[in-house]
Each structure stands twice: as C-alpha cells, then as structure tokens.
C-alpha cells in the first residue's frame, strides 16, 4: 500500500498541459478533457502500481497535453512474465472503466451523453495504445515478442522499423481520412520524434541493457542458453547476441571443436570493467 501511495508523489504535469485546460475552460470543452485525462491518469496509473508491486524503478508519472507516460529506470533485464504485466496493466484498465460507467449508465447516475463519451475515449485510447508502434504499449508488446526469438539489439531494430512502416500507413488514414484534425497531427508528430529519438540512442539503449546485467539484474533469469561463438569472434559481436530473459554461457568453438567456455559475468566483466574492448573472443578463455 505504501508503494502505492508513493506513487502519487511522481505524477508531473507538463506545463503545456496548463495552457490547454485553460483553452478548454474558454472554449467549453472543459468536462470532455477532464475525462480524457481522467481516462489517461487512471491507465498510467495501472502500468506504475504493476510496476511497483514488482519493484520496479519509477522515474516519473507524466500527464501529457495529449497523454501520458509512465517512465521506468528499467533496462530490459526484468522477467519477461513482468514486462509483460507491466504494459498489459495500462489497457486493462479500460475494461474495469467501461465496466464502471455501464453499471453507472444502467443505475441513471450518469447521464446517456457522459456514458457515450466516457466509453468512446475509453475504446479510443485502448485501440490506439495497442497500436504496435513504439512507444505505445502496442509497440512494447512487439518488441518482447521479438526478444524471445531474437538477440536485443535486433528484437529492438525489427521493432522500429515495423513502427516506422506503422506510421506511414496511420500517416496515409490521416491523410486520407481526417486531414484537418490538428490534436491527430499533433499526436503523429510526437510518435515520429520517438521514434527517431528511440533509434538514434540505440546503440546506448543496448549499452544501458549490457551495463545492467553486468551490475547484477539478471539475477531472477530461469532460463539458461548457451551461444555458441568461434573463437576469432570479436567480444563485442558476442555481447550483441545477448538476449532479454535468459542468461547466457559462452561456448567457444575452434574448427568445429570446443575450445572452452566463458560465464556471461565473466564476459561483461571483461569489457566494462578491464576495458577489453578490441578482443577476440578465444583470446578470454586463457585470461579467464
């Protein structure tokens, strides 16, 4: 309970939230963004109590103009059963809150135009989060899919590039469909500058992911998988095989047969804390 209620003490406002409640208030369109934003705060709110119950790391709780985002100092290294709790928890909570207004509906304590809008925002921002486009929740989901087939960094290349092609087409029904509604516009040109931001840092999101299972966050990992590299491998071609929810022991190969194996602590350790940058991976198995 405790966890919580601490919460509450990281929620952030973002400043040009302020101006549009005061356009709203002038332009009588006060009620429907306080239910939008009520509908927001309730779904981020779910992604923050999921992750708190975990003990997740919360940075912030921030209610945008057109959203909100709850960010976690998390780096990929938590049980992939958890992730997904984490970014299920926010949609989820549409369910209840649809459940809710019925039953207010069906006891007339509210009236059939608020149950109209309140189940029409609720259906839009949960079809809109699933929407498998980073960083939507949808766009999440993606990329844990991925992770279990594929390495990090590529799991998290594929899931760009399939929000980018996400975007061209929710850029063309825009286009084609509603071209004047600025709100929509406003909200694309948000997911185009993350994506771009996401892609740009991602060779330092992938480093953030190594440096955190070199400090010890992998400890919950159930799941043992072998990579079986050639000894002339390059240390870093070997970190870049790594994959989200499972701990890896090196196997070093030489024509065919083992030449020995390395722990995955041992193979962080050697890069970030002896600075063996430019290594072969066989070159390890004699230090280590």
Known sequence: MIKLLNLFRQIQIHPLLWVVMGLAIITAHFMELSLLLLIIF????????AAALFSWRIKRIVLLPFGGVAEMDEH?????KEEVIVILSGPLQHVWMIAAAFIAYEFSWISTEMFTLFFQFNLMILFFNLLPLWPLDGGKLVFLLLSYRYAFP????KTLLISAVGLVIFFLFILITTPL???????LAFLIFSLY????????VFMRFLL????????????LKPLVVKEEDAVIDVLEKFQRGCKHSIIVENRGSEKGSLDENELLHAYFSDKILTAKIGDLVYIY
């Open 42 to 49: 309730i779904h981020e709110m779910g992604h923050a109590a």
């Open 76 to 80: 990929g290294n938590r049980p992939l």
């Open 154 to 157: 590529v799991a998290h290349r």
């Open 212 to 223: 955190e299972r070199h400090y010890g966050k992998n400890s919950d990992f159930r799941t």
């Open 181 to 187: 509604n600025i709100n929509i516009w406003i909200i």
């Open 197 to 204: 931001y996401e892609w740009k840092q991602g060779r330092y």
